[in-house]
């Protein structure tokens, strides 16, 4: 009996988890019409709200394999709904590293369970990246598709090949306060419940 | 064919429902049913056979058990599946698929089983079970009797020599359990193994080989087939069980003039998106300050009346007079409050105190005195500061009614409040009812338990395809 | 109707190029004579289901999202009114049609053909538990959502009490106790019917290339070439 292998419970884990990630971005997601300054606030917005499931999620992981799979999916999911399809690499890349810290810590020490889920909320930005690497053509797009030249000024504002970098980072730092909020957030209900 | 050798085994970080040197021999082809209260290790009985323990559930184990030859400590889940199959109790959360045929193959394929023989096998169980009508449908449009009908199926293609069924009929009216009943017996003509943990038993009474009594996770009574049938509802009261036979239900067509207030329903029609489900109620009549049950088969419309009742349902255009007020749909939402059948949606807060308080709508210095005298009456003192999730369903049950106490509104409306309980429970369920209309408020329970009609409702509604096809006070 | 049967690997294909033409921005007619005509798929696939409302309904909302970006919206538009219609707009015009094909997709494929399709793509079993986990899971949180939602609006706490934190602890806490109810339940079902057998796992659905795949396999690569050499060739 090897141990260290997912078995088709963990498989299962990973796709609750991953549906109610992608409900809560999806959530989030319909906000950002309203105003593009809200798209950039995602680095937030997502990593704050997102980490209630993830850190009840971090609390169910005890073998590798279990983030990386579950940023797999959500690279799928996103291509699929048209989110970010530049963005497949960055989303399994820091999904692979965020798995790679939290192994560190056995998935159990909080310090590294946190830079993890900074790091796994990284996959936020990917849905930029169409934004940043075809910037120019994506702003014409955007105005001849009907867009206001406010709207659009006002994304790349607050997106470009400059800001990016704050937001990865916006989107790290989130992250690891994130890991906080969703940590009392699990202690509240889930271990105050005795569910975990 | 099982046997279950000096077993001790408790939950990790539970103290409840564990048992204790537990020793039981089955042999081929019987069919047990184990019983008894809440928590005294039936399930954990059925989860030692099929292998979820030590597989699935992590605690300690002590003792051993065989299955067919087998160490279940030694053998995989996987090479379980064509030995033991399992249906369990919630419908609603066994699927795998999200359509039958899928469903029903679900395990042999998982088995690695050729496609032909599958198919084969399929052919045979439908025909068998008679289900060819729910074949190639979606999960999520059938009833719950029907789910737990296919579950029945997709154990069946793995054709395993052992069957466990873990309370199957919780969920279930007395037309799915009649179904349930001839699917055992099914079963039972074609030599399984059947080990049966369940609450209800009337249905097994002319089915059951033997009666595992069980307390504390302990056997403490064991009955053979003449026993069983001679039990009587005495018997069975003084045992702490739910009767063997099921009683009948009788509307009283002598007084049919309502005393006293009287609510009065009209124009309740709402249909629902896929134009089949529904309810068509010109007018109807409920006396105010009774508990009222709304009975009838799965699909006749209870829950939906009571969804409507509620004001839940925005697209209602019915009105609902009360006081000499006419209430809609919206208003109603203020005046009712509904205890759904699965509590957990309804309750929101970190502690039970705060789950009450949260239903007080006049904000004042006494909430918290309000409160802790609320949650008095409903024996949940004790629990006051803990977590609503971290309680028995029981236990929840209470919390939401506290709230709904706590919120003043003076109709409660209970979804399925007795499904899956035991005979202790329900009568405690029936107490808390008997409790609030005392306090006044009209209570309407929707239920197919005809143990909790016979035991506190004052007055019937039965729905027949979204109409009230009886509507009068019940008689003896 | 009915019988319009589809390959799974088809639907696939068919959401990436829906997903990718309608995604990527439109600006000369032809681009968006091509955009229309992808649309106008999903809209079909409706009415092929049955849901003859939503696809009128659909329709109409598309035509007046159409509309509006074409004769009141411009580059010169402000305030806050026309960033919610272009809001409103983007939402139709960019993210339900693919919405659309993911709902069609996840209603008709059932997860014996979606894993026998998986099989047939080499990708590992793992993988594919998870994605039919998440497919089945979404009905499912819709649903008990629904019931949260209700206990929610019966209690007068939609709102939270005015409190966004509040708004999204009443919502994300029961839907996570439930869920993670649901899939424990799920798991010990699964496990006892074998799930996670370490051998190959048999499909009882045969997967067949049809006319019909091939049909929109043509169509769809059509569609996408053809927007492509519009787009960037050109």
């Known amino acids: 009996m090897n141990d260290n292998k997912l078995k088709a419970k963990d498989f299962i884990t990973i796709g609750i988890f991953t549906a109610l990630i992608f409900v809560v971005e999806f959530a989030c997601g319909m906000l950002g019409f309203i105003h593009p300054y809200i798209v950039a606030s995602f680095v937030v917005l997502i990593p704050l709200v997102g980490s209630i499931p993830m850190m009840l999620f971090y609390t169910k992981i005890e073998k590798f394999g279990m983030l990386t799979i579950m940023s797999v999916l959500i690279a799928i999911i996103m291509f699929i709904t048209g989110?970010?399809?530049l963005g497949a690499p960055l989303i399994i890349l820091s999904g692979l590293i965020a798995d790679l810290i939290a192994k560190k810590g056995g998935y159990k020490r909080f310090k590294l369970t946190a830079i993890s889920h900074g790091v796994f909320c990284l996959w936020i930005c990917a849905n930029y990246f169409p934004v940043v690497?075809?910037?120019?053509?994506?702003?014409?797009?955007?105005?001849?598709?009907?867009?206001?030249?406010?709207?659009?000024?006002?994304?790349?504002?607050a997106i470009n090949s400059k800001t990016i970098a704050v937001l990865l980072i916006l989107c790290f730092v989130f992250g690891v306060i994130g890991a906080f909020v969703?940590?009392?957030?699990?202690r509240k209900h889930f271990e105050k419940a005795g569910i975990v | 064919m099982i046997e279950l050798n000096h077993v001790t085994f408790r939950y990790k970080g539970i103290s409840e429902g564990g048992v204790y040197d537990l020793s039981l021999k089955i042999r081929g082809g019987e069919v047990v049913l184990l019983c008894g209260a809440s928590g005294c290790g039936k399930t954990t009985?059925?989860?030692?056979?099929?292998?979820?323990?030590?597989?699935?559930?992590?605690?300690?184990l002590t003792g051993s058990v065989t299955?067919?030859?087998?160490?279940?400590a030694q053998t995989e889940l996987y090479d379980l599946a064509g030995v033991v199959g399992t249906v369990f109790q919630n419908p609603r959360s066994q699927f795998f698929a999200v359509d039958t045929d899928g469903e029903i193959t679900f395990g042999a394929e998982n088995i690695g089983m050729p496609p032909k023989e599958i198919l084969a096998r399929k052919n045979a169980v439908a025909g068998a079970m008679q289900i060819e009508k729910l074949l190639g449908r979606s999960i999520f449009g059938l009833s719950g009797g029907e789910k737990q009908i296919i579950a029945c199926a997709s154990v069946s293609v793995l054709s395993p020599d052992i069957i466990v069924l873990d309370e199957p009929s919780s969920n279930l009216d007395c037309e799915a359990i009649e179904k349930l009943k001839d699917i055992v017996a099914q079963w039972k003509s074609q030599g399984k193994t059947i080990v049966i943990a369940e609450h209800r038993l009337y249905f097994l009474r002319e089915l059951a080989d033997r009666m595992l009594i069980l307390e504390n996770g302990r056997i403490t009574k064991e009955l053979n087939a003449e026993e069983i049938k001679k039990l009587t509802n005495a018997d069975t009261e003084n045992l702490g069980l739910r009767p063997m036979t099921l009683p009948e239900i009788h509307g009283s067509h002598q007084n049919t003039d309502i005393q006293g207030d009287v609510l009065l329903l009209e124009d309740f029609r709402f249909t629902y998106k896929d134009g089949k489900h529904g309810i068509n109620i010109p007018r109807l009549e409920l006396p105010a300050n009774r508990i009222i049950a709304i009975t009838g088969h799965n699909g006749a419309g209870k829950s939906t009346l009571a969804r409507n009742i509620c004001g839940l349902e925005r697209k209602c255009r019915g009105t609902l007079t009360?006081?000499?007020?006419k209430l809609k749909a919206k208003a109603r939402l203020r005046h009712c409050y509904m205890i759904m059948q699965d509590v957990n949606h309804q309750l929101f807060t970190e502690s039970v105190r705060d789950e009450v308080m949260l239903s007080m709508t006049d904000k004042s210095l006494n909430d918290q005195q309000k409160a802790d005298a609320i949650l008095a009456q409903l024996d949940l003192t004790e629990y006051a500061d803990k977590h609503p999730m971290a309680l028995s369903g029981g236990q929840k049950q209470r919390t939401a009614i506290a709230s709904g106490i706590a919120s003043s509104k003076p109709i409660l409306i209970f979804d399925e409040p007795t499904s899956g309980l035991d005979l202790a429970h329900m009568k405690q369920v029936s107490d808390q009812l008997k409790k609030l209309r005392d306090m006044g408020k009209t209570v309407?329970?929707?239920?197919?338990?005809?143990?909790?009609?016979?035991?506190?409702?004052?007055?019937?509604?039965?729905?027949?395809?979204?109409?009230?096809?009886?509507?009068?006070?019940?008689?003896? | 109707m009915k019988a319009l049967k589809l390959d799974p690997r088809t639907k696939l294909f068919m959401i990436f190029a829906v997903s990718f033409i309608v995604m990527v921005n439109a600006v000369t007619p032809l681009e968006w004579a091509v955009r229309i005509a992808v649309t106008a798929i999903p809209i079909l696939l409706l009415a092929a289901e049955g849901r003859y409302a939503s696809a009128i309904r659909f329709t109409v909302?598309?035509?007046?999202?159409?509309?509006?970006m074409r004769f009141w919206l411009s580059a010169e538009s402000t305030g806050v009114f026309s960033a919610i219609l272009v809001g409103y707009c983007g939402i139709v015009v960019q993210f339900m049609p693919a919405m659309i094909m993911a709902w069609y997709v996840i209603r008709t494929t059932k997860i014996g053909e979606f894993m026998s399709a998986m099989q047939k793509m080499h990708i590992p079993d793992g993988i594919s538990i998870s994605l039919a986990v998440v497919m089945r899971f979404f009905p499912t949180i819709k649903e008990e959502y629904a019931y949260i939602n209700d206990a929610m609006r019966m209690r007068g706490i939609s709102f939270g009490g005015g409190r966004y934190t509040k708004m999204i602890e009443y919502r994300l806490v029961p839907l996570m106790f439930s869920c993670l109810n649901i899939g424990e339940e799920l798991s010990a079902a699964a496990v006892t019917r074998g799930l996670g057998a370490p051998v190959k796992r048999t499909g009882t659905v045969q997967l067949r290339i049809g006319a019909a795949d091939i049909a929109v396999t043509g169509f769809f690569a059509a569609s996408v070439m053809l927007f492509v050499f519009a787009k960037y060739i050109r």
């Open chain 1, 83 to 85: 989110m970010g399809w």
């Open chain 1, 133 to 157: 690497v075809t910037a120019e053509s994506y702003r014409k797009g955007l105005i001849e598709g009907g867009y206001s030249a406010e709207y659009c000024d006002a994304l790349f504002r």
């Open chain 1, 182 to 186: 969703g940590k009392a957030v699990v």
């Open chain 2, 45 to 60: 009985a059925a989860r030692l056979i099929n292998g979820l323990i030590p597989h699935y559930y992590k605690g300690e």
């Open chain 2, 67 to 72: 299955v067919n030859g087998r160490d279940i």
């Open chain 2, 322 to 325: 009360m006081n000499g007020k």
């Open chain 2, 444 to 476: 309407i329970v929707v239920t197919h338990d005809h143990e909790l009609i016979r035991s506190c409702c004052d007055h019937i509604v039965r729905l027949e395809n979204g109409c009230a096809a009886e509507n009068c006070p019940l008689g003896e």
């Open chain 3, 61 to 68: 909302c598309y035509g007046a999202a159409l509309a509006l």
